[in-house]
T-cell receptor, first 114, second 112 residues
Framework: DAGVTQSPTHLIKTRGQHVTLRCSPISGHKSVSWYQQVLGQGPQFIFQYYEKEERGRGNFPDRFSARQFPNYSSELNVNALLLGDSALYLC?????????????FGPGTRLTVL | AQSVAQPEDQVNVAEGNPLTVKCTYSVSGNPYLFWYVQYPNRGLQFLLKYITGDNLVKGSYGFEAEFNKSQTSFHLKKPSALVSDSALYFCAARHNFNKFYFGSGTKLNVKP
């Protein structure tokens, strides 16, 4: 079975631009979460979506937004990019929305903001 | 502030020796605890989790973790390390939908 897939793999943007990152969950998984991993740090939780609705949100500014589609895939949008947004963005899917559900991570999208 | 701590940035161990990667948490309630491993330029791979029950949890690739509620710890262990175990290990805790805390990671180096 295919795992979590993310696109693109790498992305270079300039300050002030907008970016959209995409994620396809494992088949049958209904929940998708997004994380930001800055170099040398652990992942920071951004959002969790379940059945197209936001179920959890971390401490990120409103420049960050996301949505989930009927096929459970998801997009993460970041507006007005800052240099500090440079990071590896990870998507994770889980079967359901229960707290104990294991999250399975994709390979990530490496975003560089110049 | 609620957090997960991995006190060692790096752990060095010889192949064949037992390994321990430490994790302590400061999260309210009864959090669910997880260990993940990250190889270079890869996403995180799930190793094991503690939900409830037996304090010793067995996971993938021969890893296990010991939950200690009184010490709020969840240390990752393996009886015999392999060179291929060399990677970055993350401990995580979760207790509600808005809070999924990861530690800063511990780099494990297993030398032949």
């Amino acid at each position: 079975d295919a795992g979590v897939t993310q696109s693109p793999t790498h992305l270079i943007k300039t300050r002030g631009q907008h970016v959209t990152l995409r994620c396809s969950p494992i088949s049958g998984h209904k929940s998708v979460s997004w994380y930001q991993q800055v170099l040398g740090q652990g992942p920071q939780f951004i959002f969790q979506y379940y059945e197209k609705e936001e179920r959890g949100r971390g401490n990120f500014p409103d420049r960050f937004s996301a949505r989930q589609f009927p096929n459970y895939s998801s997009e993460l949008n970041v507006n007005a990019l800052l240099l500090g947004d440079s990071a590896l963005y990870l998507c994770a899917s889980s079967l359901d929305r229960d707290l104990e559900d294991t999250q399975y991570f994709g390979p990530g999208t490496r975003l560089t903001v110049l | 502030a609620q957090s997960v701590a991995q006190p060692e940035d790096q752990v060095n161990v010889a192949e064949g020796n037992p390994l321990t990667v430490k994790c302590t948490y400061s999260v309210s309630g009864n959090p669910y605890l997880f260990w993940y491993v990250q190889y270079p330029n890869r996403g995180l791979q799930f190793l094991l989790k503690y939900i409830t029950g037996d304090n010793l949890v067995k996971g993938s690739y021969g890893f296990e973790a010991e939950f200690n509620k009184s010490q709020t710890s969840f240390h990752l262990k393996k009886p015999s390390a392999l060179v291929s175990d060399s990677a970055l290990y993350f401990c995580a805790a979760r207790h509600n939908f808005n809070k999924f805390y990861f530690g800063s990671g511990t780099k494990l180096n297993v030398k032949p």
